[in-house]
Every structure is written in C-alpha cells, then in structure tokens.
C-alpha cells in the first residue's frame, strides 16, 4: 500500500527540517519542499529514509505565483491524495516602520501569507481526495492543513511590522479556511513563540529572552514536529484552532 503523503514547505532547516523528519518516522513520505537550501533539502530527505518514511525534494520559490503554481504541481503529479500539508516556509526580517517600502511590504506579504493560500488552495483536490483512514482517521475526512503562525500575530513586536501583519492574515486563514473546508479538510495553526533563535540574536539577547519565558528555555523544532504528527494522527476534531507552542510566553506580554 501506498505510504500517505505529507508536503512541508521550507523543509530543508529548523523548524521545517524537523516537522519532515517526525512525519517521516511516522511512516509519511514527505515532499521536501526548499527554494535555496538544496543541499540541506537532500540532507533533510536522506534522514528521513533512515528515520523510516520516504521523501523527494521539490524546489520552488513561494515568493511569486509561478513558484506555487510549480509546486502544487509537482506535488500533484507526485500522488493523488496529501494527507498533510505544512505550510512552514517564511521569511523574518526586521524594518523599522518610517523605512518600510512597498517592495519590503509585499515580499513579506507574499512568502508569508500569500504563498500558503495559493499552495493550499493548489493541492485542495489532493487534499479532498486523501483518505484520513489511511492514518487512522474517520471514514469522512480527508487531509488536514497546518500553518505555521507565530505568538506576534495578537502582539506586534516593533521593527516587524510587515512580518507581524502576514501572520496575524495567516491566523485569520486558518480560521477562514477551516469554516469553508470541513469536514473533508482541516485547517489548524502553529504559533511558535522562541523556538529556534534567528541567527543575528546574540547570546545576551537570547538569554534576556529565555527569561520572560515561563518554561525557562526556549523549544525546539522537535515541540512544533510532535504537535504536527499528533494532529494529523491523532486529533481528527481539532479544526480552526491556533496553538502556541511557546513555554507560556503568550501568557507574560
Ligand atoms: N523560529 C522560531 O522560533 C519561530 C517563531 C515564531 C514563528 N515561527 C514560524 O515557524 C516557521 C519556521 O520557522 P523557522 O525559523 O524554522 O524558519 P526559517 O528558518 O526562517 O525559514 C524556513 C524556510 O523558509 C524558506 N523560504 C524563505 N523564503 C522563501 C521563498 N521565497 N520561497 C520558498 N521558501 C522560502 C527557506 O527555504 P530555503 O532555505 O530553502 O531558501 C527557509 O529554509 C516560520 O513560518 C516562522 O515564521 C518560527
């Protein structure tokens, strides 16, 4: 039988790197999806055929229409159903307000919040045709959709702007996506808090930061990874939420 497919985009590093590996071990094979990183992409895919799954690589740049429209159809030649499709790629990168322009502004708009609706809206007819039952789900559904937010869509932090106002839209599609999708297909967000630090934070920076958070440390790839695999494996009525996988420290601004 068929093994049931998983696409997640920007799979190549972080976050992403490790949301394919623990599909992987939970028997998917995944579509690697990367734009640049193709080494790390290659990399990501071997270590999930030693971690027991299957996976191919897919370049695409997810900033212009033409780059989605790629691989949706890439992924659709692939296989006929998606099981689970991460939408993990994004970019963020601080601008004070008063240095803002258009171009700034849309790019982030673009590979933010553009992308994982014309990536989801792409691969619907894969996700409506996947069967849930495959992976232990009910008879009636069919794939299920993450997107990866962030605890700065309720509270914006200063110099992100752009970046801010893409995931608080992310978040809102969650919710849009999960009222006109079900039952067939789910739709359920991920809001990271720190988990894995941009590389320009330093180590007094970092340390400053772990302090506010109630858990004392900041997560890993691993906590999104293993909320993913309980949510396309286990949760099959969980629709329309956004989690924080934060430590608490949502709780603290
Ligand atoms: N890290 C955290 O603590 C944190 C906190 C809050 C929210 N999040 C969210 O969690 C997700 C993963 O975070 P992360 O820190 O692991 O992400 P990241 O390393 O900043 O970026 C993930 C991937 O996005 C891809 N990407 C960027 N621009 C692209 C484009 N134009 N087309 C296609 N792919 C593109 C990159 O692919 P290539 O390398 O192949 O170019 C990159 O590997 C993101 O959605 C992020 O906003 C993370």
Redesign the pocket.
């Known amino acids: 039988m068929r093994r049931p497919q998983a696409v997640v985009?920007?799979a190549?590093?972080?976050?992403?790197r490790a949301i394919a590996l623990e599909l992987a071990a939970s028997g998917f094979e995944v579509a690697v999806?990367?734009?640049?990183?193709?080494v790390?992409?290659e990399e990501t895919a071997h270590a999930c055929v030693e971690a027991g799954g299957a996976a191919w690589t897919v370049q695409?740049?997810?900033?212009t229409p033409e780059?989605c429209e790629a691989l949706t159809a890439a992924v659709s030649a692939h296989a006929p159903g998606v099981h689970v499709l991460v939408?993990?790629?994004?970019?963020?990168e601080p601008v004070p307000f008063e240095s803002l322009d258009l171009a700034a502004w849309e790019r982030m708009q673009a590979?933010?919040l553009r992308?994982p609706f014309l990536v989801s809206r792409g691969l619907l007819p894969q996700l409506r045709t996947a069967e849930a039952c495959d992976i232990g789900g009910p008879a009636d559904q069919g794939g299920l959709v993450v997107h990866?937010?962030?605890?700065?869509a309720d509270r914006p932090v200063s110099g992100y702007a752009h970046y801010s106002v893409s995931?608080a839209g992310l978040v809102m599609l969650v919710r849009a996506m999960a009222v006109e999708l079900a039952p067939r297909v789910r739709t359920v967000g991920i809001?990271?808090?720190?988990?894995?630090?941009?590389e320009w934070y330093d180590e007094k920076l970092r340390t400053k930061l772990e302090k506010r958070i109630p858990m004392g440390r900041?997560?890993g790839?691993e906590d999104?990874a293993r909320l993913v695999r309980f949510l396309a494996k286990e949760a099959f009525y969980l629709n329309g939420v956004v989690i924080p996988v934060d430590g608490g420290l949502s709780l603290r601004y």
Do not use: E
Request: overall charge positive.
């Open positions: 985009t920007g190549g590093v972080r976050i992403g999806h990367y734009r640049g990183s193709s790390s992409a695409a740049d997810l900033g780059g939408n993990n790629a994004s970019i963020f590979i933010n992308a990866l937010c962030d605890i700065g995931k809001s990271p808090g720190q988990v894995m630090w941009p900041a997560g790839g999104c």
